[in-house]
């Protein structure tokens, strides 16, 4: 890759920008994407804003290219948005953990948390490859808030537990939230604190998915809403993910853990795997007439791209969903249900 856009950088950011405007104003609490590289127009970079620091990622670009656009990039945010304090760059192609988990680029103090809706999540955005907090799930994150009143919720796959906040924030009766590493969980604690909840309507467990739903299912715990965000593809000795070839066994996993009438909210980031083939393994599962789709949770449109600053296209196309990460709210009948 040769950088022939570097002098139209600055329109990209600029045009970018201008249709994010209503997410500037002030106090700067939020969380949310200013450029989808990969949708408008350079695929090499994206760029998040946690409260009044800003992310930036490279992809498929390593060494001196990448350290030019982080570089290019970060003076360009930081002249057009005075407020931003803290300028992270992270190489998501680079070698070295300590450049995909990011360097300072600009100031020195990250943000630790940020407020959506009204809730405050903690945030460690150095921590991993990533930035400790989804941005693409926000409306799930909403719909949560409003959906999950009174409910028992198990959230599988909760990295830093965001999603279960959500839920016990809107008045879920119990969470509980599993993950393999312990220290994702400790932020879904402090976020839980940090909003004065009662931490003793939440329970996290560091524990592998496979071994932790099966000690679940052995215990006939059961719950009315169950959460299913894993990763697109990992390998570990207890089990394999894979959400492009089998989106539907981990569907058939927790089945068994929810309530006659219970949610299951389902999301597959697999960017190589169309909306119409996901729908279609729903609907094979669906077939004995078990488990039904209810609704499907779109993406923000700062995440997406918007109209005007779309260009090409995802390698496979997400309709009926808006975004290759899907998110698809089903509804689960029992053929024999659980005694009340």
Known sequence: MTFTWEFSLSD???????????LLDEPHQGAFRLLNGFTEGLPALAADVYGQTLVLFTHKVTG?????LLRLACEQYTRLLPWVQCVIGKQRSAETTALKRGEILFGDSPAQHVIENGIKYSVDLMMNQDASFYIDTRSLRGWLVENARGMDV?????????????ALAGG???????????RFLELAARSAAANHLDLGRMKCRAVDFFVGVGQMKKNREEFDMVILDPPYFSITEKGKVDLAAESGRLINKVRPLLRDGGKLV????ALFLSGRDFMASLDELGKDGYLMLEECIDIP????GYAHTQKGTLPADPAPFDHSTKIAVLRVKRKHPSPN
């Open 64 to 68: 001196i290219e990448s350290e030019k």
């Open 172 to 182: 879920a009766k119990h969470v509980v939230q599993i993950d393999r590493n312990s």
């Open 301 to 304: 449109q700062d995440f997406t």
């Open 266 to 269: 389902v999301v597959n980031n």
């Open 12 to 22: 990209l950011i600029e045009s970018t920008l201008r249709q994010r405007l209503p």
């Open 154 to 166: 198990l959230n599988t796959f909760a990295y830093t537990g965001s999603l279960g906040v959500a």
